[in-house]
């Protein structure tokens, strides 16, 4: 599914202030929805437009894991808070972004 907005739609519904999808977490005895970060891992040389997006949304790198794939390149983990999202989504430029697509 690469390639096909998925993530782009999540954030989308995630982070829209519907109701249904007002608070993005798990609950489980990790205790994931106490912290407001997200991660994603990537290989960002190999998977270029997750890594465009993830840009786009604030991710910053946080640090370089070993990865299983050494062909495809460097194995990121790069990270963002629930803020910094809602920061770009509701910034005029983004809007138009999303009307448009």
């Given at each position: 599914?690469?390639?096909?907005?998925?993530?782009?739609?999540?954030?989308?519904?995630?982070?829209?202030?519907?109701?249904n999808?007002d608070?993005?977490?798990?609950?489980?005895?990790?205790?994931?929805?106490?912290?407001?970060?997200?991660?994603?891992?990537?290989?960002?040389?190999?998977?270029?437009?997750?890594?465009?997006?993830?840009?786009?949304?604030?991710?910053?790198?946080?640090?370089?894991?070993?990865?299983?794939?050494?062909?495809?390149?460097r194995?990121?983990?790069?990270?963002?808070?629930?803020?910094?999202?809602?920061?770009?989504?509701?910034s005029?430029?983004?809007?138009?972004?999303?009307?448009?697509?």
């Amino acid at each position: 599914m690469r390639g096909k907005g998925l993530m782009k739609s999540l954030f989308s519904r995630c982070f829209s202030g519907d109701p249904n999808f007002d608070s993005p977490c798990c609950s489980d005895e990790r205790e994931y929805d106490k912290t407001d970060i997200i991660s994603v891992h990537t290989y960002p040389d190999f998977y270029k437009e997750m890594f465009c997006l993830i840009k786009k949304y604030g991710f910053i790198e946080e640090k370089e894991l070993v990865g299983k794939y050494k062909g495809k390149g460097r194995f990121v983990r790069y990270v963002t808070t629930f803020a910094e999202i809602r920061k770009i989504m509701n910034s005029p430029s983004q809007i138009c972004l999303l009307e448009i697509k």
